[in-house]
């Protein structure tokens, strides 16, 4: 069988090749496949195949009977030249009929893929790889190597691999990508027992095809004796020599080079070649081999002591000093270097560029230099080839050789900041352009575009140094302007349908189709918003994108595009109430989420509920009943909410959209919770639950900005502990937590570990899992900024740590992101910590400032009928008033646990009445009065059945055992 490697130049599994200096023979029954001279045998006859038919065969015959996918063998086979699924058809098509009664060997899975079955072994023959002149030494004209190559070691071998398999190896890429230094390394680093001739032919310089065939007559050293000099005679000269042929820089001259190089392999046995240049030969028996980056750091990397792990950063570095720079490798010259080598798309070239300018600057320095890259990065070896010694001459030389259509396209593609698919660069063309497919398609052969052609459509991008030449060109040739508003009309159609889509699709797949577009979206409205763009095509475009922001939680971003398209927007423009309807939307989501407390919230949803109402559109009502619903709630306006809350069950209460009569229980179970009355949330929550099956079987961000799924099982939870049912509800929170995660909504996560998990599993008393919840949201929450969730995470953690009975550290931290949270305090979460605040003043012994704490607490939450918590605060408030000092009272603590009580059984929260129970016991025990203790606390135990396991259960537990019967 043949043994597997994973291999770090592609995408996909390969099989071991064979050693350097043997090839491959894949063997069954009769039938032979011969990777080195790249021939189907029948009993030792040869079966004609096509060349790429027998690249496909070799890819199925190396996959051991593992289905190949038709996107791996496109890939693979075409090697990022984009193919319709009809053109491998075709080919799979001719190997059936060459395997004649053994076709179906080949085996389909419909709509998947191919497998070849058998029983194939696979043998080992040796190359004609030694000087025929036994005992003379090779010819080599392989120049010594000046500098180490860095970042290659796997990229020879594997180089050697593929020329132990292959004819002809080209060795494709970028300009400066190191073709040329990766072949003459090799070429110098031969495996063991390979003693054929080495010669490299240089072509750069040559200005005239015809010449190709005396160039390499000259190094070949061949005396012609007056016969013309063609492919056909330097192959009569090669003959059956051992020969390692370099042909280097082929892209100016690749149509001369194809024809000589192809007739070399078919005549000459002994021969293998290795061509560079910036597209294929395309000729038959051809290996293409795209030459990569040297790998970078990736942008979230924070580590500078492995920086020397990325051969990006070493090469920077190695020639930095080489040249005689001194800089300290510290944390932040390290990360300097790491944002060039990225910026630089890991191309050896641009680096050494860079390189040599640290002699004079500090990284930091060339870093913030780089946007005017041409103009810097100028100093080459004085050795290097004319077009290697700037980094815009080796674009130059690239752009000066292709046609004009080509290059015009290549403009165009300057507009797009980030990935771009095919029907993009079509409407960025233009009308009238006929083969924009080809054209790309051809760019893409000679590397100046990437493909990406995994999934279902194909994306494109340029590289960045690629990008802003071609942009630097789009501008000096005034094309800027009509290439920008047709990228903008472009994404205004392709945003069109986002928002539905994110109905129906999760959030993953739906990034994946609309979140790579962010930077193009940015950039046309950048554009738009110019003094030479279209504020109105930018209004257009900004209300479009709002999903984007949305399923991505840039609140910030949201809120800043939607005040600069509202400010700008034409009121005049026929479409302008609709669109200021939907910024005022975005913009209200955007202030709410973002801001918390916003003054500027209320007015946006007012706005667009007017605009809704006078366009009678329906789905914008129901947005804006809902975001003055949750902005009541912010605002401490809770019987406001409720309002809100019932007009919206109104108006969806003869809908057929299960999706909004959910939204509505959901609303309703959202505001009486806050209000206080459990049971009833309790009746609402389980509505909304009891009609999740009519979702998507996927998380998904709806149109009300949040996922409606996760959404409700954390405000189940809540509800589910209050009642007292508190297995169910660490179960819920459990399956919440994945839930949110999966979701992959950054805004919806934050509420699930906020709103729910924390909080409960801290009143759990399980004081570890709270802390692992909380680690998590301000890990989370500095990945994606969200400022008002940061901030609440981190009193969260000073309570927690006041909590293990580190006041000292604790109280402060809890005490200082209180403050920072400003008017944000007041919204419902922050009502949690604050109660805990004045919980632990009182253990600080500052209870004078405790019990002012929890009457500001209290009092906000009947000016606001916020009654929720009321019940835990009177608790607080009576624990303090027990506490020594001179507020010290019996009797109003009393009054205070009374209060609690009453509060806690009008709201069906059983949590609040144990607690309450307990501190009166604990009151009742320390008085000595054990029978009323025990009266009280046994009382409120008897109605729990379940949840025994938790804090404050297992301590009235312990209490009532110890005041026994």
């Known amino acids: 069988m043949v043994s597997w490697i994973e291999n770090d130049e592609t995408a996909w599994g390969c099989p071991m090749m064979a050693e350097p200096g043997q090839r491959p023979i894949y063997i069954c029954a009769e039938w032979e496949i011969d990777l080195f001279g790249r021939e189907l045998r029948s009993t030792g006859e040869l079966i004609p195949l096509g060349g790429r038919a027998f690249e496909i065969l070799a890819e199925l015959v190396q996959a051991e009977g593992r289905l190949v996918t038709k996107s791996d063998l496109t890939e693979r086979v075409w090697r990022g030249v984009f193919v319709e699924e009809s053109a491998l058809r075709v080919h799979i098509a001719a190997i059936r009929k060459a395997l004649g009664p053994d076709r179906d060997m080949l085996s389909t899975s419909v709509g998947r893929g191919y497998r070849l079955l058998g029983a194939w072994r696979v043998r080992h023959m040796d190359t004609p790889l030694q000087s025929a002149a036994t005992g003379l030494l090779p010819s080599i004209n392989i120049p010594s190597a000046s500098f180490d190559l860095v970042g290659r070691t796997t990229a020879i071998a594997h180089l050697w691999r593929l020329l132990s398999a292959h004819r002809v190896v080209s060795l494709v890429g970028p300009g400066g990508i190191g073709k040329t230094a990766l072949a003459l390394e090799a070429a110098r680093t031969p495996p063991p027992g390979f003693s054929a001739d080495r010669l490299l032919v240089e072509l750069a310089s040559l200005s005239d095809p015809r010449l190709v065939c005396s160039v390499i007559a000259g190094v070949l050293g061949t005396k012609l004796e007056g016969e013309e000099i063609s492919p056909d005679s330097i192959a009569r000269a090669i003959g059956p020599r051992p020969l390692l042929l370099i042909l280097d820089n082929c892209e100016h001259v690749i149509d001369a080079v194809a024809q000589v190089a192809e007739l070399i392999v078919s005549h000459c046995s002994g021969t293998i070649i290795v061509a560079t240049s910036r597209e294929a030969l395309r000729i038959e028996g051809e290996h293409v081999y795209r030459v990569p980056p040297l790998g970078v750091p990736p942008e979230a990397w924070h580590e500078p002591a492995g920086a020397s792990a990325y051969s990006a950063v070493e090469l920077f570095t190695s020639r930095a000093k080489a040249l005689g720079s001194s800089f300290a490798p510290d944390e932040e010259n390290i990360g300097a270097i790491a944002a060039i080598c990225r910026r630089l798309d890991g191309i050896p070239l641009a680096i050494e560029f860079a390189a040599a300018r640290a002699v004079m600057l500090s990284p930091p320095k060339i870093a913030a230099l780089l946007d005017d890259r041409f103009k810097f990065l100028t100093t080459g070896r004085r050795t290097a080839l004319p077009r290697q010694q700037t980094l815009r001459a080796t674009l130059d030389w690239s752009y000066d050789l292709l046609p004009d259509d080509e290059a015009w396209l290549l403009r165009q593609l300057g507009i797009f900041a980030g990935e771009f698919r095919l029907d993009a660069v079509i409407a960025v063309a233009g009308e009238g352009i006929s083969d924009v497919t ?47 508003r047709r990228q903008a009309t472009y994404y205004i159609g392709f945003f069109a349908s986002a928002e539905a889509d994110s109905e129906v699709r999760a959030q993953a797949e739906w990034l994946t189709i609309y979140g790579r577009h962010i930077d193009n979206v940015r950039t046309s409205l950048d554009w738009a918003f110019s003094s030479g763009g279209d504020p109105q095509v930018g209004a257009a475009l900004t209300a479009a994108a709002v999903p984007l922001w949305v399923q991505l939680s840039l609140l910030s971003e949201c809120r800043e595009r939607t005040e600069l398209a509202l400010a700008r927007l034409d009121p005049a423009a026929a479409d302008a109430p609709r669109l200021r309807m939907q910024l005022s939307a975005a913009r209200g989501w955007s202030l709410m989420y973002g801001v918390g407390r916003a003054r500027e919230a209320g007015p946006a949803w007012a706005a667009t509920l007017q605009l809704a109402e006078q366009l009678e559109d329906r789905d914008y009502l129901l947005r804006a009943l809902w975001g003055l619903c949750i902005d009541q709630f912010n605002n401490g306006e809770f019987r406001r909410a409720l309002e809100f809350a019932h007009r919206f069950a109104e108006v969806v209460a003869d809908s057929g959209n299960s999706i909004d009569r959910m939204m509505a229980d959901r609303l309703l179970a959202t ?218 009272s019996t009797a109003a603590a009393e009054k205070a646990f009374d209060r609690a009580f009453q509060m806690a059984r009008n709201q069906g929260a059983l949590f609040w009445e144990l607690r309450t129970a307990i501190s009166v016991a604990r009151l009742r025990m320390s008085e000595g009065h054990l029978a009323d203790a025990r009266h009280v606390l046994a009382s409120v135990y008897g109605k729990f059945t379940e949840g025994f396991e938790t804090a404050d259960l297992r301590e009235a537990r312990t209490m009532l055992a110890r005041l026994g019967s």
Not at 446 to 470: F, N, Q
Request: charged share 25%; proline share 3%.
């Open 671 to 888: 505001a009486l919770h806050y209000f206080g009355d459990q049971r009833q949330a309790y009746h609402h929550i389980a509505r909304t639950l009891s009609r999740l099956s009519d979702l998507a079987a996927k998380p998904q961000v709806i149109r009300f900005r949040f996922d409606l799924r996760a959404s409700a099982r954390y405000f189940q939870a809540r509800i589910l502990w209050l009642l007292g049912l508190a297995d169910q509800s660490l179960s819920v929170v459990e399956h919440n937590v994945e839930e949110g995660r999966t979701s992959g909504h950054a805004l919806t996560f934050c509420s699930v570990l906020g709103q729910g998990a924390c909080p409960i599993a801290f009143l759990a008393g399980d004081l570890d899992a709270a802390g692992g919840y909380c680690t998590m949201l301000i890990e989370h929450t500095e990945r994606h900024p969200i400022r008002l969730w940061n901030l609440w995470a981190r009193a969260f953690r000073g309570l927690l740590i006041a909590r293990r009975g580190d006041l000292a550290t604790g109280l402060p931290l809890l005490r200082k992101a209180l403050e920072l949270a400003g008017e944000a305090r007041f919204l419902p979460r922050f009502l949690l910590p604050l109660g805990e605040l004045a919980a632990c003043l009182g253990e600080a012994g500052e209870v004078s400032q405790g019990l002012e704490t929890a009457d500001e607490a209290l009092a906000r939450c009947e000016a606001r009928d916020e009654g929720w918590y009321v019940a835990e605060l009177w608790r607080i408030k009576g624990e303090l008033l027990l506490l020594p000092g001179e507020r010290r």
């Open 438 to 484: 080809g054209q790309l398609a051809r760019l893409v052969a000679k590397s100046l575009v990437l493909a990406d052609i995994r999934g279902e459509s194909p994306h494109y991008r340029l590289l960045d140094t690629t990008h802003a030449y071609a942009s630097e060109k789009l501008h000096a040739g005034g094309e800027y302007p009509g290439a920008a």
